[in-house]
């Protein structure tokens, strides 16, 4: 009896070290996620390869996708197109395998609305964990840039509620056990496997 | 600044092997949590201590602590009181570590009614016919005890929807793998992190 795979989204705020986090859960031997790649309409870097890092295509080809509903989110970065096939999503989703976004923020907005079923990881720069030593410790700022920091901070909180977990990018191996341990308990939530156990049962 | 710990409620049918599995969590060397010993009134089994595998109390002692309001949760189980004495798990808990308790279905569910923000995982047989082969296998029980027990363990599988996770004991070390997996990840749940900055944010 195959269960549908899990959608797990890796986002947080630029800058943050998504993509490194993302290289270095693939590298390990027991990474069993399908990393979903990603579209765009920039140009191809020294050693980009079509397929493998990016599916490149032209903003026409583009539009046009994003007209037929093809895309799971997208977002116009820098003044290029970035955004997720959907089909392929789906398809691994149903064939029982779990896949792995690594995407911006905005377009994380957009697959929670389609996927709220997904498992959406929030990865936090470490930056805010010493937050309150920055902003009152040096005893140096001004009552005006103490009050500007903690709305930022709090603007920055509120976004994480989205999300189902909030992992601190403090140290890349660390980052990356607990999206391992994350992902497993997801696999063991019993709204995802209830449905399993109460088949079981009729069989006895 | 420390956050209070998690209540892990390990429980799930009798017979299933939530002691085996509690003791193979406690046995590794990584283990952070501090187990609460539960209270009975049944007989110890060969082998097993007061003070270690359960306190173990007469009727009379036992209704005492009910009346003064002592027992987080207590159910009267196959003729015997079973039962979590409430002051150290509270004070463990407020002192920042995460509490394990193994109990019996009856009891995690008044658990969860006083601490719903528990984590409560349930330990799942294989299948119903392999735990009746655990419930027989003992042999120490009489036809009409595991008759009861059947009975209930059906009635128990059905309670499994009140549970956040499903651990299926199929191999012990894998069930304590998903055990620590589901810790893990549970403190990076962003309800319970999100109290943390946002207790941060407040110390202005």
Same mark, same amino acid.
């Given at each position: 009896?195959?269960?549908?795979?899990?959608?797990?989204?890796?986002?947080?705020?630029?800058?943050?070290?998504?993509?490194?986090?993302?290289?270095?859960? *693939?590298?390990? #031997?027991?990474?069993?996620? @399908?990393?979903?790649?990603?579209? &765009?309409? $920039?140009?191809?870097?020294?050693? +980009?390869?079509?397929?493998?890092?990016?599916?490149?295509?032209?903003?026409?080809?583009?539009?046009?996708?994003?007209?037929?509903?093809?895309?799971?989110?997208?977002?116009?970065?820098?003044?290029?197109?970035?955004?997720?096939?959907?089909?392929?999503?789906?398809?691994?989703?149903?064939?029982?395998?779990?896949?792995?976004?690594?995407?911006?923020?905005?377009?994380?907005?957009?697959?929670?609305?389609?996927?709220?079923?997904?498992?959406?990881? *929030?990865?936090? #720069?470490?930056?805010?964990? @010493?937050?309150?030593?920055?902003? &009152?410790? $040096?005893?140096?700022?001004?009552? +005006?840039?103490?009050?500007?920091?903690?709305?930022?901070?709090?603007?920055?909180?509120?976004?994480?509620?989205?999300?189902?977990?909030?992992?601190?990018?403090?140290?890349?191996?660390?980052?990356?056990?607990?999206?391992?341990?994350?992902?497993?308990?997801?696999?063991?939530?019993?709204?995802?496997?209830?449905?399993?156990?109460?088949?079981?049962?009729?069989?006895?």
């Amino acid at each position: 009896m195959k269960d549908k795979g899990i959608l797990i989204v890796l986002s947080g705020p630029s800058g943050v070290g998504k993509g490194t986090v993302r290289k270095a859960v *693939f590298s390990r #031997p027991d990474a069993k996620f @399908e990393y979903s790649i990603s579209m &765009t309409t $920039r140009k191809p870097r020294e050693g +980009e390869v079509d397929g493998v890092d990016y599916f490149f295509k032209t903003r026409e080809e583009f539009e046009d996708l994003i007209k037929k509903g093809k895309l799971l989110e997208y977002a116009e970065y820098v003044g290029n197109y970035y955004g997720t096939p959907v089909d392929y999503v789906k398809e691994t989703l149903e064939s029982g395998k779990d896949v792995f976004l690594e995407i911006e923020v905005q377009g994380a907005k957009q697959v929670r609305e389609k996927f709220p079923e997904g498992l959406f990881i *929030f990865l936090m #720069p470490p930056s805010l964990e @010493e937050l309150k030593n920055r902003i &009152t410790g $040096r005893g140096t700022e001004s009552v +005006e840039l103490i009050h500007d920091r903690m709305e930022a901070a709090r603007k920055e909180i509120e976004l994480t509620s989205m999300y189902d977990y909030i992992v601190v990018n403090d140290d890349v191996e660390r980052a990356v056990d607990k999206i391992y341990a994350i992902v497993q308990a997801e696999h063991c939530r019993s709204e995802r496997v209830i449905d399993q156990y109460i088949k079981m049962l009729e069989v006895e």
